[in-house]
């Protein structure tokens, strides 16, 4: 079964400073995608960044990164320039398509709750 | 992006009553819609599974009774608490997915917080 880890409970960061959020995952598959999606405290879920399994590439969305490590089975999310918006909870989560039902998995962790500090 | 409305945001019910929550997709067609609960600083909890037309697959543990699901077409499904309790007050929250490029991701709804006295 695949299960995502988040080591981090709690962070803090000061304003215009750079956090990296870790997240750990293990699966057998060898397709799938990860996601990383911000809570704020409106609650409504929004997603930061994306990433597909078979690209190497790290993906990239402005001041959010992501450090795609497959073989260690790793994808922290580093967020640069931190802004106080940034304060939110931050889940990383792992999908496998194709469930046996046809459709979608999703595994979320349990969260980092970022606080963005003036 | 991709906009998931769920309704209502608070219900506040007796115990013994019924509750239904509404997931809406309204600008693309949701073949795949999932219902979560979160409980306070926790993560999502993830209910059951629902595609258009067909019956919902409920995780294990999760009473289908008791959480009646209907995914009555692309853009709506349903939630219903049947003879809640008050330890079924919590944070419901769905998503929906859809086709296409953003295959794959999750939109979610606002969110409703139920209490139910």
């Known amino acids: 079964a695949q299960t995502v880890t988040q080591s981090q409970p709690e962070m803090s960061v000061q304003e215009a400073e750079t956090v990296t959020l870790s997240c750990t995952y293990d699966?057998?598959?060898?397709?799938?995608?990860l996601f990383w999606y911000k809570q704020p405290p409106s609650r409504q879920m929004i997603l930061v960044i994306r990433q597909e399994a078979y690209k190497q590439q790290n993906a990239t969305e402005n001041r959010f990164s992501v450090n795609f490590q497959k073989a260690a089975k790793s994808f922290s999310l580093k967020i640069s320039d931190s802004q106080l918006g940034d304060t939110a909870m931050y889940f990383c989560a792992f999908m496998k398509p194709f469930h046996t039902s046809g459709t979608y998995k999703y595994i979320f962790g349990t969260g980092t709750r970022l606080k963005v500090l003036a | 992006g991709a906009v998931v409305s769920q309704h209502p945001s608070w219900v506040i019910c007796k115990s013994g009553t019924s509750v239904k929550i509404e997931c809406r997709s309204l600008?693309?067609?949701?073949?795949?819609m999932f219902w979560y609960r979160q409980f306070p600083k926790q993560s999502l909890m993830l209910m059951a599974t629902?595609?258009?037309?067909?019956?919902?697959?409920?995780e294990q543990g999760v009473e289908k009774d008791k959480f009646l699901i209907n995914h009555a077409s692309l853009t709506l499904s349903t939630l219903t608490v049947t003879s809640a309790h008050p330890e079924d007050s919590s944070f419901y929250i769905c998503s929906a997915s859809g086709t296409g490029p953003t295959t794959g991701e999750l939109f979610f709804g606002e969110g409703s917080r139920l209490t139910v006295l």
């Open positions: 629902s595609n258009e037309g067909s019956k919902a697959t409920y």
């Open positions: 699966t057998s598959e060898n397709n799938y995608y």
């Open positions: 600008d693309f067609q949701a073949t795949t």
